[in-house]
């Protein structure tokens, strides 16, 4: 058995401030903590707005500091919700969607290793 302290785990990440693309982020702020079957899981510490994003399967993300405000793109439109510390966020797959962080929020994730796509921020 393994255990992982989040708050231990992620007091080494460097805020990536996150332009409008995730390519060329430096990784300081991002730490992968091991593979869960076809996922990754890991801490993300950024601020700024992600660019778009869409996984084959439903995303699990956590808010272990701060906050981020996560928009869907759904059928009706655009649906934005803001989560803070100890909230849980499920993105269904196959969705579009993309956070804004004004200031730093570190997530631990568990997505997909592969079949993930991304657009720019602003389309």
Do not use: C, Y
Request: cysteine-free; glycine content about 8%.
């Amino acid at each position: 058995m393994t255990i992982f302290n989040l708050s231990k785990e992620a007091a080494d990440l460097s805020t990536i401030d996150i332009g409008r693309e995730t390519e060329t982020v430096p990784t300081n702020g991002l730490k992968m903590l091991f593979p869960f079957g076809a996922h990754d899981v890991g801490l993300l510490r950024f601020k700024g707005s992600t660019p778009w994003e869409e996984h084959p399967n439903d995303e699990f993300l956590l808010v272990v500091e701060g906050e981020t405000t996560l928009t869907l793109r759904t059928e009706q439109g655009e649906i934005s919700s803001t989560a803070k510390k100890g909230d849980v966020l499920v993105v269904p797959g196959k969705t579009w969607h993309r956070q804004d962080a004004p200031a730093s929020v570190t997530l631990m994730f568990i997505t997909n290793h592969d079949g993930n796509r991304h657009l720019a921020a602003s389309v």
